[in-house]
């Protein structure tokens, strides 16, 4: 018998937008399908070691529960497999990735947020930064992955962890995070503040402004 056999099945999530229909229905106003996937990021990539002293995930802001998660805590927590189309606001999209991870729902929960709550903001390496509202972050189908096509994230694609939020532009999900923190009021992070929607819904094409 395999030494698998005894694993609890991971759950597979489709996002609602991947059950739209056809390529074309899925594709949002604007956009042009691609079959590799680009690498888009603000600065150099950054080596990660999350074994090393000093690497956690923290959730932090208007909560009870403020913690901190060491790389194995992560990888220990049940875990998904989310199948969703990514849209880049530069006009590319890339339909069926199967990404694996820890539901972002489960992630904030454990932090007992305010009531109040209404935004995160996603810290990623060297400031990076990029909001969402709470309702977007813990839809069923957002989750903090380190895999993707079941292998491990490469560096550029945001290893260790990154988020995804399968149902806004691509910029909303954060590489390398290390970082959520639950706010009150919503504020632009770093692509927001140069410009890009605060929300970033790509079938109202909310690209730019706010
Ligand atoms: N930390 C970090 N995450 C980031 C960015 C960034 O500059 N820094 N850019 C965003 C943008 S604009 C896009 S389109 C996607 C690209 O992800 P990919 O390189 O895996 O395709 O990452 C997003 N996450
Ligand atoms: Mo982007």
């Not at 989310?82 to 990735?97: E, I, K, P, Q, Y």
């Not at 694996?100 to 990623?124: N, Q, Y």
Request: contains cysteine; glycine residues 8%; aromatic residues 12%.
């Amino acid at each position: 018998m395999s030494e698998h056999t005894s694993e609890p099945a991971r759950p597979t999530i489709i996002s609602p937008d991947t059950q739209r229909g056809d390529a074309k229905t899925r594709t949002p106003p604007g956009q042009t399908l691609t079959a590799k996937w680009p690498v888009l990021h603000y600065g150099k990539v950054p080596k990660v070691d999350p074994h090393a002293p000093g690497w956690s995930l923290r959730v932090f802001g208007r909560c009870d529960n403020e913690y901190e998660l060491t790389y194995d805590e992560l990888r220990a927590m049940p875990s998904v497999d989310v199948v969703c189309d990514m849209h880049c606001v530069t006009h590319w999209s890339r339909l069926d990735n199967r990404f694996t991870g820890v539901p972002t729902r489960a992630i904030i929960e454990r932090a007992k947020p305010d009531p109040d709550v209404k935004f995160v903001m996603c810290h990623g390496e060297n400031g990076f930064t990029t909001n969402v509202s709470l309702d977007q972050f813990i839809a069923d189908d957002c989750i903090l992955a380190y895999q993707w096509d079941g292998q491990e994230l490469t560096a550029e694609h945001g290893y260790p962890v990154r988020g995804i939020v399968p149902r806004l532009y691509l910029w909303k999900s954060a590489k390398w995070l290390r970082g959520i923190e639950l706010r009150y009021t919503d504020a632009p992070g770093f692509w927001e503040q140069n410009g890009y929607h605060m929300k970033g819904d790509p079938w109202k094409e909310q690209r730019f402004g706010w």
